[in-house]
């Protein structure tokens, strides 16, 4: 119920300040208490409205408790609901108040109107008070074997509602095994569905501290129930089955359609034996892609994408499959309702831009959209463009950039230069970017002059017709730091094709003063030493008061990026030349922002906040709120087979995920940023990879210089990573760990729980000779390392890499250890990542580990 | 999959209504959402999206949804699907409309324990039970208290037949589906509704670039006794892709129809779930008992070729150093007998005009022309006038500038934009071929309204 407490501190002058209303109120709701008059009821209605009134807008009623519960006593089933909404709202901050409630809602749950058995036992057990709960068990005990279904649905519910408020009392009265009994013999859907959805929730709450529950999840997930789901949800008022194709189609549902959400949700989860448990699944579920509400279809979507993950022709048909549905409801919904389907259909658009490549019309923005569904068309129209319709995609985006709209207008211009960086063919996009320029617009301007910089660093064979263009843009006119950075940044660059280049620096080094970004004073520094170094007469003078001006910069880098300049001038100006000025060398790919892990991790959480953050839920959920699927999470990816046998583990061979083996420093940044804390700030990751683009920010000044932040960044990892192994700084040699050589896992567990943990160790260690040579059998150190119970639970790649994934779990706890190993064997180096249960003991486990590996192809 | 409050707020940001079923989000939800709309970006132009999250404040989920000015709000701490929580906030609104017959803020106040009674049965402890009218109505025991529909502004595109178009009772769609007539009997009457949205971009050249229909059946009954109701649609219907696929290991295909020769060509659509199909491929029928209430029938979206009912020519050309004229003309392309209402024109002109006198033809009567300072915006009102198919109607406008400009005027006005309504007709020529009800006595002839409705959603033309 709305903030009392909060909401009287600022009381509306519209609103009563309630005080005297409510002494009112009480005093009425007395006389009435005990009347049987004729008519008392209408009264006692219109009493009961104001109670309620003002406790929606925010007064505190909880005075008059006494007097609501004295008035109740009535067969008016309009005053009983208020009174139980009442009741529910302050019964838990009256919990003496409350006891009054309990006999008479008692009384209530054995009314003979089905109707007022069940509001009276939601109400009872939305009391939410602790010491009260030993009252709950018989009314929900006969509600749950109540012949009236209305009762039935809410007496499940209760015991969820029971579960929360005493999971112990739940657990003892033995209500979970009840529901499982009445989800599978149940006559009524409803009650079904809400079986499921508490037993879902119980279940997985339970399961971090019993095992019973663990299995009870599991079951859930088994053949025969989703089976007995999925054909119930066809079967029973499915009458009108026909053959169709030799397929089995049913028609009418009989859940509603959220519980058919529901139910598809659980099905996600489900690990079909065979391909033909895939087709039968997805033709059952066929014709739920044409239904009304968006989310059935997003969750039926979800189901045919899990189901083919490993099937790529089918799962590629599949989204073809689905693309017309998801368009209709786009454009059928209100805004907000399309925004959540363009959400996820921009996911899949991400994924797979050549299935979509000709609907690229349908993410034409419209003028009466809002802005938020513009600028997901515009990502859209963005990832689509390829040779075929490129021309068309930014023949339209040139349109947006007229647009009122100033911030789309933008986007519109951004999108142009993120096309044009992905294209082999630029010819006709740089034609329309120096357009722009011509637009005399500011922020086109300014958009522009960034995607030029951008582009030329890509391309720099379009330099003349760029520069000629650019030339003739007065600096004056510019004043967003991007845009005036990617300016400097072109004048030092081509300061030789500029003929005025070294006037308009000095003209900017001279208004040093006024020039309030870090960022442009930084640009104007490294653009006056190029410049200098093409054209030293012109430029002597103005690189000499930058130098001075930076060196007496308040700002720390600026400061020191001067310093250094000017003494690495002293040194020797060859050198200097070489280190700031080097020749130029294209970018062939800019950094993503994303990793593929992380997209991967988005996708598995397809129909979800997720995509509509565009982040993993592990951003900006806690655990416990992830939701009730979690438990069993995501089948996953390809990456590993699920045939393998948990006993004899034979190195699978490995497909998708030798892309890993090039991960980028930003994709390590990310993990590391990860472990490098324990949830107190998800944001990690983030923070890092802000560091490190604001390091290839700074690598655009100067080939040269991009060593040397790479060369940064990898000790910055080394921070991160040592960061926690080392926390009790000087440890004397960790505890030996024990492992158990028996141990067991699914590869699906591993692969769940290898995306689930963060990284706790990273760590490289070199292998000896031996171990190289005895390594053109990989299977022979799977087999070396499963004597020292670390076993193998796929392998793969081909010399020099080699990629191996192990676990190990600790004796006589069921803690598990997961290591990504990489050897590669022409540096004779080991890197491995360990992801462990206990964060702890993942240095021990790493010591067992390396020493293994250290004595691997010894004697 | 559960939500943990709803709550409505009005445009001021007072609490309307406010349910919390789980208790578990912090209190001062419902201001730190309106802080959070209200101020989404600094200079006030993006409109905030209908779902964020404030992790810095109290971790909490925030899905909303606009309607008729009103804020309809849940929040929730689980990472639950985004479509069914915005899905049901906006089937929560039409639960609530078809209760209280109109839904404003007024007819809110009036009736919010109607609506807490409403909003116990649809959610139980974050778990949606039911949203439909028809299964709440054993539940619900308040009687609307009714609003007159006078005072209230239209919210669905059905309400446009209440104005100008005489063929129509004009309570009929916003009467409550609980409330009795005065009268004391109900009319029995059933009313089907082809609305169909239009999106059109033309080139500076007139050249039609992108071309949509998002059309709706709509449906609201009022017959007593849930009778069966069939529904025929043009034989000639096809739909470019067959419903459905057939997935097997050998083959996957998706089955197409011929969508070959002339008759309506659907791209797809989808279907409310009391919609049968059984005859639907052989005959094009729909057969469905209608539930009470508003629904949807069948949504469908169109992109063959259609006729725009519109066509709009714009000029504008420089006239000497500070000035500029404007022509703007539009042409009605349908049969004369057919009428669109509610008509305006909009357009952009160049950031530096700084006046702008306007020309009507010679008796025009009903235009209203406004030029809009802050935005630099033209605006042309047919709101009082109304077209006539084939008809056609001009604008010339004489801008001032504040400054002298050397580039390309039409870069720096436009798209023109257009808004209308042309009730009886569609665009898309799909029609409601019969309308059965399947009844007991042959003396039962219920009222049956089959309206068609033509509005323009994104309807623009470049210069």
Known sequence: MPPPAASSRYPSPSQPSGKSEVTDLKSQLRQLAGSRAPGVDDSKRDLFKKVISYMTIGIDVSSVFGEMVMCSATSDIVLKKMCYLYVGNYAKGNPDLSLLTINFLQRDCKDEDPMIRGLALRSLCSLRVPNLVEYLLGPLGSGLKDNNSYVRTIAVTGVLKLYHISASTCIDAEFPATLKSLMLHDSDAQVVANCLAALQEIWSLEASHSEEACREKESLLSKPLIYYFLNRYSYLKGRSKFQYGGVCFCRIKEFNEWAQCLILELAVKYVPSDSNDIFDIMNLLEDRLQHANGAVVLATVKVFLQLTLSMTDVHQQVYERIKSPLLTLVSSGSPEQSYAILSHLHLLVVRAPFIFASDYKHFYCQYNEPSYVKKLKLEMLTAIANESNTYEIVTELCEYAANVDIEIARESIRAVGKIALQQYDVNAIVDRLLQFLEMEKDYVTAETLVLVKDLLRKHPQWSHDCISVVGGISSKNIQEPKAKAALIWMLGEYAQDMSDAPYILENLIENWEEEHSAEVRLHLLTAAMKCFFKRAPETQKALGIALAAGIADFHQDVHDRALFYYRVLQYDVHVAERVVSPPQQAVSAFADTQSSEIKDRIFDEFNSLSVIYQKPSYIFTDKEHRGPFEFSDELGSTSITPEVSSDIVPAQQFEANDKDLLLSTDEKDDNKGLSSNNGSAYTAPYESSNISSQMQELAISGPAASATTTQSSFDFDDLLGLGLSTAPAPTPSPPLLKLNARAALDPRAFQQKWRQLPISLSQEYSVNPQGIAALTVPQSLIKHMQSHSIHCIASGGQSPNFKFFFFAQKEAEPLDYLTECIINSSSAKAQIKVKADEQSTSQAFATVFETALSKFGMP | ?463
């Not at chain 2, 899905?87 to 209760?99: F, M, N, P, S, T």
């Open chain 2, 1 to 463: 999959m559960m939500i943990s409050q709803f709550f409505v707020l009005s445009q001021r940001g007072d609490n309307i209504v406010f349910r919390d079923y789980r208790a578990e989000v912090p209190k001062g939800s419902t201001e730190t959402f309106f802080r959070k709309v209200k101020f989404w970006k600094e200079d006030g132009n993006a409109e905030a999206p209908p779902i964020f999250f404030s992790l810095n404040v109290d971790g909490v989920n925030y899905f909303h949804v606009k309607v008729v000015g009103l804020y309809f709000v849940a929040t929730t701490r689980v990472n639950v699907s985004p479509s069914l929580v915005l899905e049901l906030l906006q089937r929560i609104a039409r639960v609530i409309k078809d209760y209280l017959g109109v839904l404003n803020e007024d007819s809110f106040r009036k009736n919010f324990v109607l609506v807490y009674e409403l909003l116990d049965e649809v959610i139980d402890f974050g778990y949606v039970q039911t949203t439909s009218t028809e299964v709440l109505k054993s539940y619900v025991f308040n009687e609307p208290i009714v609003i007159a529909p006078a005072r209230l502004q239209p919210i669905d595109p059905a309400a446009i037949f209440t104005q100008g178009a005489k063929r129509m009772p004009g309570t009929a769609v916003t009467k409550s589906v609980v409330a009795n007539d005065p009268s004391g009997r109900r009319r029995e009457e059933i009313f089907v509704d082809i609305i169909e949205k239009i999106s059109v971009t033309f080139s500076s050249s007139g050249y039609i670039l992108t071309s949509e229909i998002d059309g709706t059946i709509q449906m609201k009954s009022y017959l007593s006794g849930n009778p069966e109701i069939r529904i025929a649609l043009n034989e000639d219907l096809n739909i470019g892709r067959g419903g459905r696929s057939v997935y097997g290991i050998a083959s996957f295909t998706p089955y197409y129809r011929s969508s070959s020769g002339s008759g309506v060509i659907l791209d797809d659509c989808n279907f409310h779930e009391s919609v049968r199909l059984d005859s639907f491929d052989s005959d094009r029928t729909l057969s469905l008992v209608p539930p009470d209430g508003e629904f949807p029938v069948m949504n469908y979206r169109m992109t063959q070729e259609f006729k725009p009912p519109f066509h709009v020519n714009t000029l504008i050309e420089e006239a000497g150093r500070l000035k500029a004229e404007v022509i703007i003309k539009i042409r009605a392309e349908f049969p004369s007998d057919i009428i669109a209402n509610t008509i305006t024109v909009q357009m952009p002109l160049p950031n530096f005009t700084s006046r702008a006198s306007f020309e009507l033809e010679p008796g025009a009567a009903g235009q209203k022309t406004d030029f809009k300072e802050s935005n630099k915006m033209l605006e042309w009102s047919l709101k009082k006038a109304s077209i006539v198919g084939g008809a056609e109607h001009t604008l010339r406008a004489k801008l001032t500038f504040s400054q002298e400009f050397h580039g390309n005027i039409t870069k720096e006005a436009g798209p023109v934009s257009m808004t209308f309504t042309i009730p009886m007709y569609n665009v898309s020529k799909l029609q409601v071929k019969y309308l059965q009800i399947a009844k007991k006595s042959s003396s039962y002839n219920p009222y049956r309204w089959v309206r068609y409705v033509t509005q323009a959603n994104s309807y623009v033309a470049r210069i």
